[in-house]
């Protein structure tokens, strides 16, 4: 090779280098002039992931069914709750006569089948999103019937609880569903398990609530749970909540089911008692409403309003 062709060769090398050089630099510009993403700039669980769906609250099948809306804000039914709800939020903001743990956790449960359970829940947790300054998280509990989440529109079979507790893989973000209610969210039953009492109970489950109670301040957590009476994961709940609300249908649950249920509840748990399907007025002859009762001397309201809690579906029922 003359010295002119090792000449040519050596700046045809250089020319390559230059450009390979200058296509790097260029794609380090590109780089560096995206902005990065700060993490102020989108609150944890501000947005949904992409891959689960965001829950359009059938609200006219709701307001149908006599349910809290807030297409309906003055409603009887929206007023009823209101006072259900106050010392409630007493309690969360430590207002309350005595100091709770956990007071963000609010178990709904009651002593058998068909007293209103799931329907109360589902209206708390209405009620409590239209607080200004407050968000909502509802988590079915209730693994055998998963009412709430049908009564809301969760598809059947959308992971939930159970499987978070199931599987190491899965987290809180993975079942978490926003609603057309902004401040509103949902944790779906997910499918039924042979296991689930021993999953209840386990060390994932406290770790899990502790997590629920104590990342976002702002937060109150709504379980609907199975009645204390059919179940034995009613009661392991009850362990981890600050709050109980237990609910009774009037001239219909048996006191001494009642009082059987209520033994089940740890002692150091604040009990509230909501009356369920009272007759508001005696010269009316329809109409069912709510009367609230508590511990430590809250008031109760009156109202009418028929109970609808919505027909539930069962699940498959999970082999693994």
Do not use: C, W
Request: aromatic share 4%; net charge negative.
């Amino acid at each position: 090779m003359s010295i002119i062709e090792k000449a040519i060769e050596k700046l045809e090398q250089q020319a390559q280098a230059a450009g390979s050089a200058k296509r790097e630099a260029a794609a380090q510009a590109v780089v560096t002039s995206t902005p990065p993403v700060s993490s102020a700039a989108v609150p944890p669980g501000a947005a949904a992931r992409p891959d689960l769906p965001l829950i359009e609250l059938p609200l006219a099948r709701l307001n149908e069914l006599g349910l809290v809306t807030p297409d309906r804000p003055r409603s009887q039914i929206a007023e009823e709750f209101r006072l259900i709800k106050r010392p409630l939020l007493a309690n969360v903001e430590g207002k309350g006569a005595v100091a709770i743990s956990n007071a963000n956790l609010l178990m709904v449960t009651s002593a058998v089948q068909g007293e209103g359970k799931t329907f109360t829940a589902v209206n708390l947790a209405m009620s409590l999103s239209m607080e200004e300054d407050r968000t909502v998280l509802l988590v079915d509990g209730d693994m055998a019937k998963a009412s709430a989440g049908e009564l809301l529109g969760v598809p059947n079979d959308a992971r939930g609880l159970i499987d978070v507790l199931e599987h190491d893989d899965i987290s809180i973000e993975d079942v978490l569903l926003h609603t057309s209610i902004p401040n509103l969210r949902i944790i779906p039953a997910g499918l039924l398990h042979e296991r689930a009492t021993e999953l209840l109970a386990s060390e994932g489950m406290r770790r899990l609530v502790r997590e629920l109670s104590t990342r976002y301040t702002d937060r109150v957590v709504v379980f609907d749970s199975p009645p204390l009476l059919l179940t034995s994961e009613a009661g392991v709940l009850a362990s981890l909540m600050g709050q109980i609300v237990f609910v009774v249908a009037a001239e219909q649950t048996p006191p001494s089911a009642v009082t059987e249920a209520v033994a089940r509840i740890p002692d150091d748990k604040v009990v509230g008692m909501v009356l369920n399907k009272t007759r508001s007025n005696p010269l009316q002859q329809f109409g069912y409403g709510y009367g609230y009762g508590y511990g430590y001397g809250y008031g109760y309201g009156y109202g009418e309003q028929q109970e609808g809690e919505g027909r539930a579906r069962r699940r498959k029922t999970n082999a693994g």
